[in-house]
């Protein structure tokens, strides 16, 4: 079991572009060492939280195009995720996430999204979501763009938790 500290927004990480899997590294040790990292932070996140449903590799550190679901209805792992469709109709969604936990904040999302991706077995798939899945993906799929569901309220680079806050503090970087 590998459990790695969650990425804080206002770290530089969480804004980087993330790369694609390649085909031939998808068997590989290290992506099957990251899939279970992300499975594992996700789990002892749900562990002491008691909720949280997806994460994103950026949000451990790694900068590869890999997300990972997990909750009562949908159990997944998407490399190279890529929205291919998005319905017109959107709704809104009362989103958080790992990275900047305890801020709750109302999203626009399409209610109808289809991505294409690949599985662990670098097999390629195609998923049509409705509602929370498809709201979740939006959401775990903006993470490997550099990018935040809050950004859709604030503007990219103005926001930070308290505790990264506290941590540029100490290193005596001026904000
Ligand atoms: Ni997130």
């Known amino acids: 079991m ?10 530089p990480l969480l804004r980087e572009i993330a790369e694609p899997v390649p085909l ?12 279970r990292d992300l499975r594992d932070t996700l789990h002892e ?3 002491i939280h008691l909720t949280g449903r997806g994460i ?6 790694v900068c590869r195009q890999v997300v990972c679901i997990d909750y009562p209805e949908a159990s997944l792992v998407l490399i190279n995720p890529v929205i291919t ?8 969604v009362w989103d958080s996430c790992f990275s900047y936990w305890g801020m709750v904040f109302l999203v626009p999302r399409h209610r109808l999204i289809t991505v294409e991706y ?4 670098g097999v390629r798939q195609s998923l049509v979501a409705e509602g929370a899945l498809s709201e979740l993906l939006q ?9 935040a569901a809050i950004d859709l309220l604030i503007p990219a680079g103005t926001i930070m938790t308290q505790q ?7 290193k005596g970087l001026c904000l």
């Open 139 to 147: 959401h775990e799929i903006e993470h490997l763009h550099g990018q």
């Open 164 to 170: 990264q806050f506290v941590q540029l503090q100490e």
């Open 85 to 92: 469709e998005r319905s017109d109709e959107m709704f809104g």
């Open 45 to 47: 996140f749900q562990r």
């Open 2 to 11: 590998a459990v790695r500290n969650i990425v804080q927004l206002g770290d």
């Open 24 to 35: 031939e590294d998808i068997g590989s040790a290290e992506t099957q060492s990251l899939v």
């Open 118 to 121: 690949l599985d662990t077995d």
């Open 56 to 61: 994103a590799a950026p949000q451990i550190g």
